[in-house]
């Protein structure tokens, strides 16, 4: 080991050395950063564990999904001031995610890492890559509407120029299919994956959640591109899930700064509670995934609380023990330190088939598929160890739905189920914006009349590629796919 | 209590230093001036021996000695007599004025020593006196107001806080502006103590530290020359681009008796608290909750407290008065070859909060010894031991401000924890700022060597080398603490431990060439090599989720998260100089230095710089001299160069941490599992050298044997092809990229007048009064950049914009018209306006005022300091107002028509509001807490008491010296009325660029010193 100290008591040599070989220019050679890893040393595995769990951290439970659960309603906040939980943005809330979790982060080194499997013929990173990629600039696309994909990232271009939501779902669609075809590659030539955090370097569960993907995009552009996007999507959906055993559940950790994000949201920034929506939407389904949600009171009830308003922490429900006070259920709670976060998940999938057999007019169908999706979420959190239940549990409660006779009641019931079971997620905010459902109120002090439509462009592209972000109100303007 | 005991033992050993030698004769005498006043205090000393002994009041002396032996006798500012010793027992000794001693010397480039009436670029010096009266730990907070062109900010009032000092305005758009400090001829290192040194913006949740210069005892100086110019700072290499604060500690001297100093104050410090509504309860809606479970808000928008039977609270009963102690000892003396100084100094801080405090302890020996005619030796030791202890201020949960003034006051924050152990509070997501206190806080032990060794010799009489190995060894340990139950980042509990040993290395080779071409036209030269060599280690160790709460020990921590950085640089530079002079009155110096720099890109690492400075002095050249002694006119031109920052031409891959923003965060390994991503920053392998051009004139005129003196300088400083980190468009994937792309211009003018108005033989009077005034301009930012960040948030931020000065206010503003009124809404209430710039943190101008009062023994000193221009972000108001807290929510319940124009048709307002909750939630934007940083500051007032020598002498006990001073700090601040905090030098991010922001700090003090300084 070299011994610290006398590489800093000697500098009398260093000046003997540095008078007598001024010449010499090794001396001045030291401006190699000592903590950085050279590029050849970077390999795909060392990339891959880092892009997964930025993915699961900053996207999938990160800003956008306390968004979509706070605008629809599942979560509350306290406070009556202007905020995320009343309804108004700034460019600079929304820049973090832009600047740091998307650009310079998850689509960055998500290509970089499709370039190294490039360079290294190694096709299942390469497919990997393109399926994060692909998922990542979709949640780009349905926040902002229009974002830089064509241009990005090519070194001689400083300021990028903006793709339409519709080039982009383009875009999408053309990596998740290449990816496909590349891990498939893979696949048969045995491919080993490391660093694979997400999936333990099952190539064939990282297909399936590509055409799981390609279900829930094809569904997401119903209004936009017609109703042969149903058929597509329940074909997508049987080439993907087919239990909750594939789903994309990203584990978090038991440990300080290693926890669920959501824990760290209310250990640190706030106090998130049920929301009072929430709640009353699960009790007119008598739900008993309820208990599940948030935290019972001493006297068992679950209370929720709504936006916009100080709620008293002593009298309310939250969704996590770490500040709670009171009284708590002997169960676990949906969001624990080592609570996964879902990328998606087979009962998503069950309800995109709903949602398809639905426009195709198969009743049948497509409530048979929401109650798989129901069963499938309920399994899912029970086997968390959430819920105890047995199935005649499930049975009664799905018996109890009855399944409207019509398209727009069916879509309501269906989107209300997925928004049961997407809680936390970011798809509720999606749905709602496509579907009008569930029929969420505003904050009780809300400081703009509607939900947001989408994201206001970040200060980054705002002061440093302006002439390019496109002028649009994101309170107002929807976005492309949002037509129905 | 250990210190005390120490102190007392060095002093009696030192008071029985007594050299008596039996063998000889007492020989006595008296010592006078050339106008035969008796001289007291003079040392007479028997040369070759350590024999010797001093004048008494009347310049009497007696001493033991033998026929034949010589007595040395010295006085400053007189020629020293030499005596040999013949029959006569009495030996009177008369001594002459030494015209060149008397003659001011400064300090400027590299140790030499000038008459500044004979410098062609100017330089300017302290009053170290002044600096030592204010009794500050850091001795840049002694420097406020007493010099023209500096700027210094007190950041905070924690004791041991930073100070952020500025020349000239700032010149580095993105990296440090800090002066070089240069101490004996060695520079040292200014950095912070970082509490986490991968964060940059640590200090907005966690307060700013202490800087480096805090490490320098202020009773070890002996003068500080100010070296504002790059005409002058040009010689010193690029690290001299902010300017140059030369420090001279103090020496020994030749041939004296050991004489021995002692120097004891004592501070009483208490914060000066800001004003807050007092009239309104807890409660919203003016429904009044009483803060307990249930009954919880944040909001102080409750009813009046009269209509309620409610006790009230003190806000600041969590301060208290605090205390420093400052004292030193130093003894100093030498023979003919040699000569010593040895001093230790402790200062020991307790700050107004029980968790602030700041020790320092000091060693310095200072040793010169001639080892032959030709050889001399200067060897010099400084240690220096210190503890800083600090709570958090800003903008985090564990800031103890955020709840001291939120808090309502009729809600009692005592006890800060329930039956249970539990946290109470009046309100949810906060903590209560007494189980802050006694849960969280930060420790940072510093141990600093600073030797230096100096081998000096004369080849003839003309040519000198000097060779000068200098090091600044620091040590720095970090301990950061929060307990498990505390609100914030780590709820579970965390402890960080940083061990950073920084190494600053510069040796220096310098030949010196004196020779004249003829007595009028005069000459020298220097030729020098230097290198300069860094190296900063810093590895932490974090360690969260206690096993125990309140144990903090990383052994107790569930969660382990190690890293280290280091960060290496090297330059190699030759340069020279050489002056000319002219009959006295015209003087020329011409300057070139080449650096080759470690972090510049390879191929082409090497840069040449220069500068240029001519002085004529008319009152010489025209025999003004009767009534002008001074007339210099200089005129300048420098162009200094610098380097890039370490490891900025390649880009990184850095550990992968997925993270909020701001709070939350994954520390890798994660699952088993590490990973390194590629950095959000571009690296430059092109970059180049930055240079900073300026042009100076100025005349220096002194008038009537110095008792009339005006100095007046114009600067105008350029820097090109600054090296910043240039935002760019994220979707290139890179957030920024280090370039060559920024240009700022800096100009400005500063006078300095001192006067002696009365000058009698007992009574002086001065008064010294300067004025500065620094225009800044960003003039290029990059190709399409428009804005940088410099602190804070996005909004509110501090940011740099292209074609303003350095530093404005970024944040929402009101919406207004195009010629700048007001636009309401047809209820009265103002309307959000777009994101913008609401004004420049810079001072238009600063101004300082000595004056001082001499009567025999007995003097009066004043020091005013005054700010104006200048704008800050108040954020404490931000909040506060929100909370109902705020002394801008004292009158709720008036009606107020706000001045502007309806927007709908464009009528002036008649439409009252009430500046309630609904406004100050609702229609408040942030542009309503940018408020004016305007003050006048009585910063110092020292009454002080030398006591008659005679006196002394009845006392028996060797005294030759005895004062006694009384002094208060910050007595009086008049500040802008729209200024609402209590001083508006309180900034969080401490001696760092982003200025102009304040968010829940520790106000700053009002202090009374007592001080005693005796010598034997």
């Known amino acids: 080991?070299?011994?610290?100290?006398?590489?800093?008591?000697?500098?009398?040599?260093?000046?003997?050395?540095?008078?007598?070989?001024?010449?010499?220019?090794?001396?001045?050679?030291?401006?190699?950063?000592?903590?950085?890893?050279?590029?050849?040393?970077?390999?795909?595995?060392?990339?891959?564990?880092?892009?997964?769990?930025?993915?699961?951290?900053?996207?999938?439970?990160?800003?956008?999904?306390?968004?979509?659960?706070?605008?629809?309603?599942?979560?509350?906040?306290?406070?009556?001031?202007?905020?995320?939980?009343?309804?108004?943005?700034?460019?600079?809330?929304?820049?973090?995610?832009?600047?740091?979790?998307?650009?310079?982060?998850?689509?960055?080194?998500?290509?970089?890492?499709?370039?190294?499997?490039?360079?290294?013929?190694?096709?299942?990173?390469?497919?990997?890559?393109?399926?994060?990629?692909?998922?990542?600039?979709?949640?780009?696309?349905?926040?902002?509407?229009?974002?830089?994909?064509?241009?990005?990232?090519?070194?001689?271009?400083?300021?990028?120029?903006?793709?339409?939501?519709?080039e982009l779902y383009l875009v999408i669609d053309t990596l998740l299919k290449d990816g496909i075809t590349e891990l498939g590659a893979a696949l048969e030539s045995s491919e080993t994956i490391e660093g694979d955090i997400l999936y333990g370097g099952d190539l064939l569960k990282w297909g399936e959640m590509a055409y799981a993907l390609r279900a829930r995009y094809a569904m997401r552009l119903i209004y936009a591109k017609g109703q042969g996007q149903a058929d597509l999507a329940i074909a997508y959906v049987e080439e993907s899930f087919s239990s909750n055993a594939d789903n994309a559940s990203f584990v978090f950790e038991d440990k300080e700064s290693a926890n669920n994000p959501w824990v760290q949201w209310e250990d640190k920034w706030n106090d998130v509670f049920i929301n009072k929506f929430m709640v009353e939407l699960m009790e007119s389904y008598q739900d008993p995934r309820l208990i599940a949600f948030a935290l019972q009171q001493t006297d068992g009830n679950i209370v929720g609380g709504e936006n916009g308003t100080v709620i008293q922490l002593s009298a309310t429900s939250q969704v996590s023990i770490h500040t709670a006070v009171g009284a708590l259920n002997a169960n676990k709670y949906f969001v624990e330190n080592d609570s996964s976060v879902d990328w998606i998940s087979f009962d998503e999938l069950m309800f995109i088939a709903a949602e398809g057999y639905l426009f195709k007019g198969d009743y049948d169908n497509a409530e048979l598929f929401m109650k798989r999706g129901i069963r499938a979420n309920f399994e899912k959190i029970a086997s968390q160890g959430v819920l105890i239940l047995d199935d005649t549990d499930i049975d009664d409660y799905l018996n109890n739905i009855v399944f409207p006779t019509t398209l727009e009641a069916g879509q309501k019931m269906i989107i209300e189920q997925k928004y049961i079971a997407g809680f936390l997620q970011i798809e509720p905010y999606n749905d709602y914006r496509r579907t009008g459902y569930p029929e969420v109120p505003l904050p009780v002090t809300a400081f703009n009349n509607q939900i947001p439509e989408r994201f206001p462009y970040p200060t980054n592209p705002i002061l440093n590629n302006t002439e390019n972000v496109p002028d649009v109100d994101y309170v107002s303007d929807k976005v492309w796919w949002d037509q129905k | 209590?250990?210190?005390?005991?120490?102190?007392?033992?060095?002093?009696?050993?030192?008071?029985?230093?007594?050299?008596?030698?039996?063998?000889?004769?007492?020989?006595?005498?008296?010592?006078?001036?050339?106008?035969?006043?008796?001289?007291?205090?003079?040392?007479?000393?028997?040369?070759?021996?350590?024999?010797?002994?001093?004048?008494?009041?009347?310049?009497?002396?007696?001493?033991?000695?033998?026929?034949?032996?010589?007595?040395?006798?010295?006085?400053?500012?007189?020629?020293?007599?030499?005596?040999?010793?013949?029959?006569?027992?009495?030996?009177?000794?008369?001594?002459?004025?030494?015209?060149?001693?008397?003659?001011?010397?400064?300090?400027?480039?590299?140790?030499?020593?000038?008459?500044?009436?004979?410098?062609?670029?100017?330089?300017?010096?302290?009053?170290?006196?002044?600096?030592?009266?204010?009794?500050?730990?850091?001795?840049?907070?002694?420097?406020?107001?007493k010099s023209a062109g500096i700027q210094i900010n007190n950041s905070s009032g924690l004791a041991g806080s930073s100070s952020r000092i500025v020349i000239r305005g700032v010149s580095s758009l993105n990296f440090g502006n800090e002066p070089l400090y240069i101490i004996d001829g060695v520079p040292i290192s200014n950095t912070e103590n970082d509490i986490d040194a991968s964060d940059p913006d640590q200090a907005l949740f966690y307060g700013s530290t202490a800087g480096g210069s805090i490490d320098i005892a202020p009773d070890q100086i002996k003068d500080i020359t100010i070296l504002k110019g790059a005409a002058a700072s040009a010689i010193y290499g690029s690290r001299a681009a902010n300017g140059v604060?030369?420090?001279?500690?103090?020496?020994?001297?030749?041939?004296?008796?050991?004489?021995?100093?002692?120097?004891?104050?004592?501070?009483?410090?208490?914060?000066?608290?800001?004003?807050?509504?007092?009239?309104?309860?807890?409660?919203?809606?003016?429904?009044?909750?009483?803060?307990?479970?249930?009954?919880?808000?944040?909001?102080?928008?409750?009813?009046?407290?009269?209509?309620?039977?409610?006790?009230?609270?003190?806000?600041?009963?969590?301060?208290?008065?605090?205390?420093?102690?400052?004292?030193?000892?130093?003894?100093?003396?030498?023979?003919?070859?040699?000569?010593?100084f040895t001093s230790f100094s402790a200062y020991n801080q307790n700050g107004t909060l029980e968790t602030s405090s700041f020790d320092r302890y000091s060693f310095l020996i200072n040793a010169t010894h001639n080892i032959s005619e030709k050889f001399k030796l200067n060897a010099k030791m400084n240690y220096v031991n210190s503890f800083n202890e600090r709570p958090f201020e800003g903008n985090g949960l564990s800031s103890i401000m955020w709840t001291v003034s939120g808090a309502p006051i009729t809600y009692n924050l005592r006890p800060s924890v329930d039956g249970d152990g539990n946290q109470r509070l009046y309100r949810t997501n906060r903590n209560n700022p007494y189980f802050i206190l006694d849960n969280s806080g930060s420790e940072y032990i510093t141990n600093r060597f600073l030797p230096s060794l100096s081998l000096e010799y004369n080849v003839n009489d003309w040519i000198s080398v000097k060779g000068t190995a200098g090091l600044d060894f620091s040590l720095n340990n970090g301990k950061v603490f929060e307990n498990k139950g505390l609100l914030g980042t780590f709820s579970t509990g965390r402890l960080l431990l940083t061990d950073r040993k920084s190494r600053d290395f510069n040796g220096e080779l310098i030949v010196t060439l004196d020779k004249d071409f003829s007595e009028k036209f005069t000459a020298d030269y220097l030729l020098g090599a230097n290198v300069f060599d860094t190296k900063d280690f810093t590895s932490f160790s974090q360690g969260s989720s206690f096993i125990i709460p309140s144990f903090y020990d990383l052994s107790n921590a569930t969660a382990l998260l190690t890293d280290e950085i280091t960060t290496e640089r090297r330059i190699v530079s030759y340069?020279?100089?050489?002056?000319?002079?002219?009959?006295?009155?015209?003087?020329?110096?011409?300057?070139?230095?080449?650096?080759?720099?470690?972090?510049?890109?390879?191929?082409?690492n090497s840069f040449f710089y220069y500068s240029s400075s001519l002085g004529f002095d008319m009152a010489k050249a025209f025999d003004l001299r009767n009534w002008l002694d001074r007339a210099m006119l200089r005129g300048s031109y420098s162009r200094v160069g610098n380097d890039a920052p370490a490891y900025a031409t390649t880009t990184n891959y850095i550990k992968a941490n997925p993270s909020d923003g701001q709070h939350g965060n994954i520390d890798f390994p994660f699952r088993g599992v590490g990973s390194y991503v590629q950095s959000a920053v571009e690296g430059n392998p092109l970059l180049t050298p930055e240079f900073t051009n300026e042009f100076e004139i100025s005349a220096d005129l002194q008038f009537f044997k110095n008792r009339l003196g005006l100095e007046v300088s114009y600067y105008d400083r350029r820097?090109?092809?600054?090296?910043?980190?240039?935002?760019?468009?994220?979707?290139?994937?890179?957030?920024?990229?280090?370039?060559?792309?920024?240009?700022?211009?800096?100009?400005?003018?500063?006078?300095?007048?001192?006067?002696?108005?009365?000058?009698?033989?007992?009574?002086?009077?001065?008064?010294?009064?300067?004025?500065?005034?620094?225009?800044?301009?960003?003039?290029?930012?990059?190709?399409?950049?428009?804005?940088?960040?410099?602190?804070?948030?996005?909004?509110?931020?501090?940011?740099?914009?292209?074609?303003?000065?350095?530093?404005?206010?970024?944040?929402?503003?009101?919406?207004?018209?195009?010629?700048?009124?007001?636009?309401?809404?047809?209820?009265?209430?103002?309307?959000?306006?777009?994101?913008?710039?609401?004004?420049?943190?810079?001072?238009?101008?600063?101004?300082?005022?000595?004056?001082?009062?001499?009567?025999?023994?007995?003097?009066?000193?004043?020091?005013?300091?005054?700010?104006?221009?200048?704008?800050?972000?108040?954020?404490?108001?931000?909040?506060?107002?929100?909370?109902?807290?705020?002394?801008?929510?004292?009158?709720?319940?008036?009606?107020?028509?706000?001045?502007?124009?309806?927007?709908?048709?464009?009528?002036?307002?008649?439409?009252?509001?009430?500046?309630?909750?609904?406004?100050?939630?609702?229609?408040?934007?942030?542009?309503?807490?940018?408020?004016?940083?305007?003050?006048?500051?009585?910063?110092?007032?020292?009454?002080?008491?030398?006591?008659?020598?005679?006196?002394?002498?009845?006392l028996g006990i060797g005294l030759s010296g005895a004062r006694f001073g009384f002094s208060g700090r910050n007595l009086w601040i008049k500040k802008h009325d729209s200024f609402t905090g209590a001083d508006p030098e309180l900034s969080l991010y401490g001696s760092g660029n982003g200025q102009g922001l304040t968010n829940f700090q520790i106000p700053t003090n009002k202090s009374y010193s007592l001080t005693l300084n005796l010598t034997f």
């Open chain 1, 1 to 166: 080991m070299k011994n610290l100290y006398s590489t800093y008591l000697k500098p009398s040599t260093i000046l003997l050395l540095a008078l007598l070989l001024q010449g010499c220019s090794d001396y001045l050679d030291v401006n190699t950063n000592p903590d950085s890893p050279s590029d050849y040393q970077v390999t795909e595995e060392v990339l891959l564990p880092g892009i997964l769990s930025e993915f699961s951290y900053e996207l999938v439970g990160g800003y956008f999904a306390r968004t979509s659960s706070l605008w629809t309603a599942q979560v509350a906040v306290t406070g009556e001031s202007r905020g995320l939980s009343t309804l108004v943005l700034q460019d600079t809330d929304v820049n973090n995610s832009w600047e740091f979790s998307l650009y310079t982060s998850v689509l960055k080194n998500a290509k970089l890492l499709e370039q190294k499997a490039g360079v290294n013929q190694n096709k299942g990173y390469s497919g990997i890559a393109k399926v994060i990629q692909a998922y990542a600039l979709s949640i780009t696309a349905d926040f902002w509407g229009a974002a830089p994909w064509s241009q990005a990232f090519d070194p001689s271009i400083r300021k990028p120029s903006f793709d339409s939501q519709e």
């Open chain 2, 1 to 145: 209590m250990k210190i005390k005991n120490y102190f007392f033992s060095v002093f009696l050993m030192l008071s029985s230093m007594t050299i008596l030698n039996a063998q000889n004769k007492v020989h006595t005498g008296k010592v006078v001036d050339q106008d035969s006043n008796p001289l007291p205090g003079v040392n007479v000393i028997v040369k070759g021996t350590s024999n010797g002994t001093q004048t008494d009041f009347d310049g009497n002396y007696s001493i033991d000695v033998a026929t034949g032996q010589i007595l040395i006798f010295t006085y400053l500012g007189q020629r020293p007599e030499e005596i040999t010793v013949g029959s006569s027992l009495i030996i009177d000794v008369r001594m002459e004025e030494d015209a060149q001693a008397l003659n001011e010397v400064v300090v400027v480039g590299l140790g030499q020593v000038k008459d500044p009436s004979k410098l062609a670029y100017s330089v300017s010096q302290v009053d170290t006196d002044q600096v030592l009266k204010a009794n500050e730990a850091d001795l840049i907070n002694g420097l406020a107001g």
């Open chain 2, 245 to 340: 604060i030369v420090i001279q500690t103090k020496k020994g001297i030749k041939n004296s008796a050991p004489q021995v100093s002692f120097r004891s104050a004592t501070t009483m410090s208490s914060i000066i608290a800001p004003e807050f509504q007092t009239e309104y309860a807890q409660g919203s809606d003016g429904v009044y909750f009483s803060g307990e479970p249930g009954r919880q808000t944040s909001l102080s928008w409750g009813p009046k407290i009269s209509e309620l039977d409610v006790p009230t609270y003190e806000r600041f009963d969590i301060f208290r008065t605090g205390i420093t102690y400052d004292n030193s000892v130093s003894v100093r003396g030498g023979m003919d070859k040699s000569s010593y």
């Open chain 2, 575 to 604: 340069f020279g100089q050489a002056n000319f002079g002219f009959n006295d009155f015209l003087f020329l110096t011409l300057t070139g230095r080449n650096d080759k720099s470690s972090t510049l890109p390879k191929k082409d």
């Open chain 2, 719 to 954: 820097s090109e092809d600054q090296i910043f980190n240039v935002p760019q468009a994220a979707t290139t994937g890179f957030n920024a990229k280090f370039e060559n792309a920024g240009s700022i211009q800096n100009k400005g003018i500063e006078a300095t007048l001192s006067i002696t108005p009365i000058q009698t033989k007992d009574f002086r009077w001065d008064v010294n009064v300067n004025y500065s005034k620094n225009e800044s301009e960003v003039l290029k930012l990059a190709e399409g950049v428009e804005s940088v960040r410099l602190a804070g948030f996005t909004n509110p931020g501090i940011f740099i914009r292209k074609g303003e000065p350095y530093g404005v206010i970024w944040t929402t503003l009101y919406k207004r018209n195009e010629s700048g009124a007001l636009l309401l809404d047809d209820n009265g209430y103002p309307i959000q306006g777009d994101v913008g710039n609401a004004g420049s943190v810079l001072p238009k101008w600063t101004g300082g005022a000595t004056t001082s009062f001499e009567y025999k023994g007995l003097s009066l000193s004043m020091v005013m300091d005054v700010r104006i221009g200048g704008k800050i972000i108040n954020l404490d108001e931000n909040y506060n107002t929100y909370y109902g807290t705020s002394i801008l929510t004292a009158d709720r319940e008036k009606d107020v028509v706000i001045k502007g124009i309806r927007e709908s048709d464009g009528q002036p307002n008649t439409v009252a509001i009430k500046k309630d909750f609904t406004y100050w939630n609702q229609y408040a934007q942030l542009e309503e807490f940018v408020q004016k940083t305007d003050f006048i500051k009585l910063r110092n007032v020292t009454l002080a008491y030398n006591m008659p020598k005679k006196s002394l002498q009845k």
